[in-house]
């Protein structure tokens, strides 16, 4: 995948493209918001991750040209904002600006390389109809699920809430949200539904190493598989 | 009364001249009233004068002057005053009585003088004698004239010194009310919270006392704009900290991803430990600048119960790499506050509960309402804080003795500080499995 940071901050900018290159991404860095917008309107990136405290043209300018360019309407860039501010203020400008995600800094470089291969899988998502999470595939459009390479044989609602686990690997989901994107099939699904269909996925994808964590009280996390 | 007493001053200032127009009352009112007394007692005189010039003789060459012993006797006779007399003839010569009683000098009818050693008032009396007149001087102690004065004075000084009481009383009770307005503008100061810089409301207050609320205001103004400088420079401070930081968490942990010797490794985790709680502390010092009274708060509703949903990820992903099972039990729990400071205190009771608890512990994160009241509560099952040790862990940068962990011990003053900031009280009990139970209970919601 190719990356674009915009970061003004040397050494973070530096630290931050080794991690990703060591994920195996193609890393361009700027410390300028001028040409970080320039470099975006001649070539296509998959992610761009933007700090907002940029001298001169601030990273909420910039995302706003971002989001102004033609490639851009087509098939939109995913932005990841980094700021050293938290007012909620920052935020609600950012996302409200088209940013993608959100971090605060200084942040964990797991946590950070989870977001990005969270986001990169989204905007894969709205591209292709497959997913994967290491021997497991989902084929969004056809319904079915693969764990390596053999059809996986899943109830619709055991498929719906591992499509919503998958959606967001390493993050924590709630009971409640499962529920909401679940019971799109009529009629009213139990907390205690849902742990059943949970323990159903677990005992099908534990053999290959997939692992659903329980947060207790709160609801699930499909964990980065290793 | 304590210090420079106003009343005491007030009097101190009112006193000489109420005496100096008591004494000028006083001189007033008894002039006029001893002028006719005086004269009474000196027609008395010039009575006995006259009674005495009928006993002259007039010879052929000589005047006699021949008084009964018994009519003497009568004329001397008085209850409280000598009575002396001394008569000469029309050329000035004694013909008898007191030849040393000292006339009146010129034309004067009558003085003042003394006379054996006392006071004495002598009147000089023209008796006829034969074809010219014969001059009787009568005399006499001032005894009575002096109880008549001071009577005089003593009566008309009553209703003076009457009214100087009366004024001493009014001014004494007219202080305090008159300061009332004061009093009730202390009342009104002294019931604010130490972080209530907001200016006094002047327009109750009395004319008079308008120039203090005006620079008791500000003063107010000024405090608090020290203090918004300060909670600035404090927070820049913290955010410029944090890109720094960001840099060196990556470069440690880019370079934990390396192989190393053993002896390097336990070094740099050291750093990269360091790092985190220096990221950390950046936080703290920018929660405590926002908890800080008079800072600027963004109040608006919000859901405890949401709050602590937002951060689960968070947390759950400090939980793991702990091995400690973090639970969940929130029901809604709204209350009016600031978003960023109650995610901050919230926090604080998870990152402290994760920190002190033993591998394989258990830490569950509670929101809801009890009672009427919006609370949010962190409990575990660790070593728990001693009783004698939970108010000194709420004091900034104190850790409990032999604790092991890297916390600053400023992790429950800066939930202190934001529950004060929310008129919310902070409680430390028992937990129900060892360990304890921490949290926030909000006065409404």
């Known amino acids: 995948m190719r990356l674009l940071i915009v970061e003004d901050d040397a050494p973070l900018a530096s630290g931050l493209q080794r991690i990703l290159e060591a994920e195996g991404h193609a890393v361009d860095v700027t410390p300028r918001g001028e040409d970080a917008v320039a470099a975006a309107s001649q070539e296509k990136f998959d992610l761009v991750i933007l700090d907002v405290g940029l ?102 609602r055991e498929w719906a809430v591992l499509e919503v686990l998958l959606a967001k690997v390493e993050k924590i989901v709630s009971k409640e949200s499962i529920i909401q994107a679940v019971a799109g099939w009529g009629d009213d699904l139990s907390p205690n539904a849902i742990e059943v269909y949970v323990s159903r996925l677990r005992s099908k994808l534990e053999p290959a190493s997939i692992r659903i964590r329980t947060v207790r009280g709160f609801g699930y996390m499909l964990e980065e598989f290793k | 009364m304590a ?40 027609q008395a005189l010039v009575d006995i004068g006259l009674a005495l010039g009928s006993h002259i003789r007039v010879g052929q060459t000589e005047y006699r002057f021949d008084l009964p012993p018994a009519v003497e006797q009568v004329l001397r006779t008085d209850r409280f005053d000598s009575i002396y007399y001394r008569v000469m003839s029309p050329a000035g010569l004694e013909i008898a009585g007191d030849a040393d009683l000292p006339a009146p000098p010129g034309d004067a009818i009558a003085h003042n003088t003394m006379y054996k050693g006392e006071k004495v008032r002598v ?7 034969g074809r010219s007149a014969c001059n ?62 907001r200016p006094i409301d002047a327009a109750g ?23 918004r400088k300060q909670q600035r420079f404090l927070a820049d401070a913290a955010h410029q900290l944090r890109t720094p930081l960001a840099g060196l968490q990556a470069h440690t942990e880019l370079a934990l991803a390396q192989p190393m010797p053993e002896a390097c490794r336990a070094q740099l985790e050291q750093v990269h430990r360091a790092t985190i709680r220096t ?67 919230l926090s604080n009771l998870v990152h402290n509960a994760l920190e002190y608890s033993n591998r ?23 070593p728990g804080i001693a009783q004698e040790e939970r108010a000194r862990v709420l004091e900034r940068f104190y850790r409990v003795p032999g604790t092991p962990g890297t916390g600053s011990g400023l992790g429950l003053a800066i939930v202190r500080e934001i529950a004060a900031s929310h008129a919310a009280s902070m409680f430390i009990a028992d937990g129900s499995a060892g360990g304890c139970r921490v949290g926030i209970t909000f006065p409404h919601g």
């Not at chain 2, 207050?205 to 203090?227: I, K, Y």
């Open chain 2, 3 to 42: 210090g420079r007493s106003l009343r005491a001053h007030l009097l101190r200032l009112l006193l000489p001249p109420i005496a100096a127009l008591l004494a000028l009352g006083a001189v007033v009112a008894y002039y006029p009233t001893i002028e006719p007394a005086t004269q009474a007692y000196d």
């Open chain 1, 55 to 156: 001298p001169q043209m601030d990273g909420f300018e910039v995302l706003r040209r971002l989001r102004g360019t033609a490639a851009d309407k087509t098939g939109p860039t995913p932005v990841l904002v980094l700021t050293a501010r938290d007012a909620v203020d920052d935020r609600v400008r950012g996302l409200d600006l088209g940013a993608d995600d959100y971090m605060v800094k200084p942040f964990a470089m797991p946590e950070l390389t989870a977001r990005v291969r969270a986001l990169l899988r989204r905007s894969q998502a709205h591209g292709g109809p497959r997913i994967t999470h290491g021997p497991l595939t989902l084929d969004t459009v056809a319904r079915r699920a693969f764990l390596r390479g053999e059809p996986l044989e899943l109830a619709a």
């Open chain 2, 360 to 382: 394989g512990g258990r830490v569950t994160v509670r929101t809801g309402r009890a009672n009427g009241h919006a609370f949010l509560e962190v409990e575990d099952d660790g």
């Open chain 2, 123 to 129: 009147v000089s009396v023209q008796a006829p004698c």
């Open chain 2, 279 to 345: 990221a950390r502390l950046a936080n703290q010092l920018l929660a405590l600048a926002r908890a800080e009274p008079g800072a600027r708060s963004v109040t608006s509703s919000v859901d405890l119960k949401g709050i602590a949903g937002g951060e689960a990820d968070a947390w759950v992903r400090q939980s793991l790499g702990r091995d400690i099972d973090l639970g969940f039990e929130l029901e809604p729990a709204p209350v009016e506050g600031d978003a960023f400071l109650l995610r901050e205190a």
């Open chain 2, 136 to 197: 009787v001087l009568v005399g006499e102690t001032m005894v009575k004239r002096e109880h008549l004065a001071r009577d005089l004075l003593l009566q008309s000084l009553f209703p003076d010194f009457l009214i100087a009481l009366a004024t001493l009383v009014i001014v004494w009770f007219g202080v305090k009310r008159g300061l009332q307005p004061l009093s009730r503008l202390s009342d009104e100061i002294k019931a604010r919270s130490a972080g209530d810089l």
């Open chain 2, 205 to 227: 207050a009395p004319e008079e006392t308008r120039p203090l609320v005006g620079a008791l205001n500000g003063l107010l103004d000024e405090v608090s704009a020290a203090s």
